[in-house]
């Protein structure tokens, strides 16, 4: 089945370092990509996605481009703040052979990111 | 707009009752996905409701089931829970069709 890697964490920052968290896939078909952040104690907030092939989420700051060739869609932010303090979980959609979805979220494994001040 | 709502947000049960677990979608929203995330094992994708009907089922035990209600809204029941189903369990919704799932802030459970 398809599936996402995500880069080892946990991921200690410093205010306004640039960020980078590696986010690999395998999947059959031209799934959507996504980037959630869950903050602590809360539920999933969507920060970004990109539907198709070289496409570029962006929101708040943060950046990914979906990169076929590569399979890849890396999170980058140029300057993080104190309060980008959570757990980053990269995703995909999985689709059949046809393209139709399978309703299905299939998430890495997440990464905390601790910035300090 | 509201986002969707999930109930309640703590449930402490003991091994072998039933737990039901309640969501809302966002309104005009048709589909409803459950998700479990218990520690250590990231999210785990559970169910899939659309229209009322069952669409896709993650690879969870039978005992794990739910429904959805003629308004969309869903409960998820789990039955002859096991300590091991100690979780947080997220409910998202979306449009019928739209891959983009928005999520609920979870119904964290315990097992004792």
């Known amino acids: 089945g398809d599936s996402v890697t995500q880069m080892e964490g946990p991921v200690t920052l410093s205010e306004e370092a640039f960020l980078t968290i590696n986010c690999t896939y395998t999947?059959?078909?031209?799934?959507?990509l996504f980037w959630y952040v869950q903050y602590p104690g809360e539920g999933l907030q969507l920060l970004l996605k990109?539907?198709?092939?070289?496409d570029k989420g962006s929101n708040k700051g943060f950046e990914a481009t979906y990169r076929k060739e590569t399979t890849s869609f890396h999170l980058e932010k140029g300057s993080v703040q104190v309060s980008d303090s959570a757990v980053y979980f990269c995703?995909?959609?999985?689709?059949?052979?046809?393209?139709?979805?399978?309703?299905?979220?299939?998430f890495g494994q997440g990464t905390i990111l601790t910035v300090h001040p | 707009e509201a986002g969707v709502t999930q109930s309640p947000t703590h449930l402490i049960k003991t091994r072998g009752q039933q737990a039901t677990l309640r969501c809302s979608p966002i309104?005009?929203?048709?589909?409803v996905y459950w998700y479990q995330q218990a520690l250590g094992l990231g999210l785990q994708f559970l169910l899939w409701y659309d229209e009322g009907e069952e669409r896709n089922r993650g690879n969870f035990p039978p005992r794990f089931s739910g429904r959805q209600f003629p308004n969309y809204s869903s409960e998820l029941n789990v039955n002859a829970l096991e300590l091991e189903d100690s979780a947080l369990y997220l409910c998202?919704?979306?449009?019928?069709?739209?891959?983009?799932?928005?999520f609920g802030p979870g119904t964290r459970l315990l097992v004792l």
């Open positions: 995703a995909l959609t999985e689709l059949d052979a046809g393209g139709t979805s399978y309703g299905k979220l299939t």
């Open positions: 309104s005009g929203h048709t589909s």
């Open positions: 998202a919704s979306s449009w019928t069709g739209q891959e983009t799932q928005y």
């Open positions: 990109a539907t198709k092939a070289d």
């Open positions: 999947a059959t078909g031209y799934p959507s």
